[in-house]
């Protein structure tokens, strides 16, 4: 399906390209780029890609063997190449659940987990709530099991379902039943089937992308944020490859004209790309500059975002995606600096957070704080008025156990 994209007027010209070649580039993280064009160019004879000079520069010192520049060329497939190859038939036949599910994926985290909001997706690809929600539910089928699940009991049903192991009704019921009151595990220690249970739940992956999990790999940043007496904004051109376009011959062929025309559309498509990204950072520094400087993060939502800089909100989405950037408090993805208000005051989510982290942190460990005392602290210090079901909420966002179940934490780490 084709569609145009019109670039701002500093650029002075439009481009009429498909989705098809924008959008994978657009949400593509620094260390896929240069896989993802590789891939196009080997259908596309005009298309050559070569790393920046800046990367030799940086990172090829005299003497540097043959072997650490092989190692550069290896790539792990990465999560969402593994489950975007998987969205086809038979799980989805259609172009319209393949659209969908496309989506989906983009608010899978890097633990796996669906994080992305069922209603803005269904008016993105201008279908029900409940479609998409169906179409979610089929990742189900997927490798690895578990993933675009809601939390750990449903990524746990997910592979249990999955699961290849022989298991009776009987135990089949008995493992969904504890999955289910997973908080609770061991009241049900006593139960003549509970070691079954516990030799086939021990398999479970947790999180569901763990084996996609390393945390030995250096991230990226795409960019690097310096706040002095200016804001300094710098791209990372080291790992931008740079394209160039070989026209050897001028040919009536309109096969190859197709091609070349879709070879010089990367190019620019790549400029786009890098202009696009250093638009959306330097809002998020101007609208978070208080962070920057030690502060708290300010309310801050995509669809803002998209409103000022001429993009449909799912198309932010995918921009912020993988992306990083590098400042003086350390490396955050792009998502991380977007947060809803509370109670339409200039007062976001992410400091209620903070500000429930530092609470549970310094809490008497013999009486932990229940949700009902951190809701009473927060109205207080921040003067107004939430009720406890938020605040039940923000723990869980921030995979906190409740007050009681902290309480039997605190007596285990003490044995």
């Known amino acids: 399906m084709a569609q145009t994209l019109s670039t701002s007027a ?159 009704d009987e135990l089949y019921n008995f493992i969904k039943k504890i999955i289910k009151d997973i908080s609770h595990l061991d009241k049900y220690a006593g139960h003549h089937r509970f070691d079954d249970a516990k030799d086939v739940i021990k398999y479970f992956n947790n999180p569901p992308a763990v084996n996609y999990m390393n945390d030995n790999v250096q991230i990226i940043p795409d960019f690097f944020v310096d706040i002095g007496e200016d804001i300094n904004i710098k791209i990372n051109h080291a790992y931008y490859p740079d394209l160039e376009v070989k026209d050897a011959f001028n040919s009536k062929n309109e096969g190859i004209k197709e091609k070349l025309k879709e070879a010089r559309d990367l190019v620019n498509l790549l400029g786009l790309r890098k202009s696009t990204l250093y638009k959306i950072v330097l809002l998020i520094v101007e609208k978070q500059i208080s962070f920057f400087v030690g502060g708290e993060l300010r309310p801050y939502s995509m669809q803002e975002l998209a409103n000022e800089i001429g993009f449909a909100e799912s198309t932010i989405s995918r921009a912020v995606a993988n992306k990083y950037i590098e400042c003086s408090l350390g490396t955050f993805p792009l998502k991380y600096f977007f947060s809803n208000a509370v109670n339409n005051k200039d007062l976001s989510s992410s400091e209620i957070k903070n500000y429930i982290k530092s609470l549970v942190e310094y809490e008497d460990k013999e009486t932990p704080l229940t949700d009902q005392d951190i809701l009473d602290a927060i109205q207080e210090k921040f003067n107004l008025e939430m009720v406890r079901r938020t605040i039940t909420k923000y723990r869980k966002m921030l995979d906190m156990p409740s007050s009681k179940e902290r309480k039997k934490l605190y007596k285990v780490e003490n044995l």
């Open 10 to 168: 500093s650029q002075k010209q439009n481009l009429n390209l498909s989705l098809k070649l924008w959008l994978p580039m657009l949400q593509s993280s620094l260390q896929d780029l240069e896989k993802h064009l590789k891939n196009v160019s080997y259908e596309n004879p005009f298309l050559e890609i070569k790393k920046p000079k800046e990367f030799y520069a940086n990172f090829m010192p005299q003497g540097t063997s043959g072997e650490f520049i092989e190692s550069l060329a290896i790539y792990n497939e990465s999560l969402n190449d593994v489950i975007s190859e998987q969205i086809c038939a038979p799980n989805f036949s259609t172009p319209n659940s393949q659209k969908v599910a496309m989506e989906i994926i983009c608010d899978i985290n890097e633990e796996g987990y669906f994080e992305g909001d069922i209603e803005k997706i269904a008016i993105t690809c201008n279908v029900y709530k409940e479609y998409v929600e169906s179409i979610r539910q089929r990742f189900s089928l997927l490798e690895p099991s578990g993933i675009g699940s809601l939390n750990l009991s449903e990524s746990f049903l997910f592979q249990l379902d999955a699961c290849d192991k022989k298991i009776d």
